[in-house]
T-cell receptor, first 117, second 110 residues
Framework: DTGVSQDPRHKITKRGQNVTFRCDPISEHNRLYWYRQTLGQGPEFLTYFQNEAQLEKSRLLSDRFSAERPKGSFSTLEIQRTEQGDSAMYLC???????????????FGPGTRLTVL | AQRVTQPEKLLSVFKGAPVELKCNYSYSGSPELFWYVQYSRQRLQLLLRHISRESIKGFTADLNKGETSFHLKKPFAQEEDSAMYYCALSSTGANSKLTFGKGITLSVRP
């Protein structure tokens, strides 16, 4: 296991098209996070899964965004009817269950860079 | 609401000079603080977290709850330290989502 992987690494699409990204977490990591990073900003939280359950979604995640994690393994993030403002780096991170009372360490993937023309 | 502020975008120093990357936070509870680093063409990776109180690659960071700060320090910078550094905050509990600052570029010149 070489870490969190994401596919594709780059995606160029036209406005109005749908896109789907995939994240494969580190094996046996039951927590999975999606973040979005735009130029000059730090990553911003989008959504979080514990196993297959999506437990929290940011207000940044509009109705055009949907994420799934079937069977608690890989996850997909779909953006429908893309807009130019969706252009960003989409990062996935995974972590094991943290020890009692502590936040878990998140391991990040390389990201998927989306460009919407 | 939780917030992380990194007031500077760029710090440029000569090799061997001391480095301090500033980070301030606001959070109503008891947060956990992290520094993440991103080297050129590499993924974001954890540098250190305050609860471990470790020194990684010569870097240290002390959580100052009175000043709500978590500055990253290194006494003698190396060229290989050149990278993007992000301070991040996490709440404890079921969802340990990270709130990141905007990041600072550290450039270490020979």
């Amino acid at each position: 296991d070489t870490g969190v992987s994401q596919d594709p690494r780059h995606k160029i699409t036209k406005r109005g098209q749908n896109v789907t990204f995939r994240c494969d977490p580190i094996s046996e990591h039951n927590r999975l996070y999606w973040y979005r990073q735009t130029l000059g900003q730090g990553p911003e939280f989008l959504t979080y899964f514990q196993n297959e359950a999506q437990l929290e979604k940011s207000r940044l995640l509009s109705d055009r965004f949907s994420a799934e994690r079937p069977k608690g393994s890989f996850s997909t993030l779909e953006i429908q009817r893309t807009e130019q403002g969706d252009s960003a780096m989409y990062l996935c991170a995974s972590s094991p269950l943290g020890w009692s009372g502590g936040a878990d360490t998140q391991y990040f993937g390389p990201g998927t860079r989306l460009t919407v023309l | 609401a939780q917030r992380v502020t990194q007031p500077e975008k760029l710090l440029s120093v000569f090799k061997g000079a001391p480095v301090e990357l500033k980070c301030n936070y606001s959070y109503s509870g008891s947060p956990e603080l992290f520094w993440y680093v991103q080297y050129s063409r590499q993924r974001l990776q954890l540098l250190l977290r305050h609860i471990s109180r470790e020194s990684i690659k010569g870097f240290t960071a002390d959580l100052n709850k009175g000043e709500t700060s978590f500055h990253l320090k290194k006494p003698f910078a190396q060229e290989e330290d050149s990278a993007m550094y992000y301070c991040a905050l996490s709440s404890t509990g079921a969802n340990s989502k990270l709130t990141f600052g905007k990041g600072i570029t550290l450039s270490v010149r020979p």
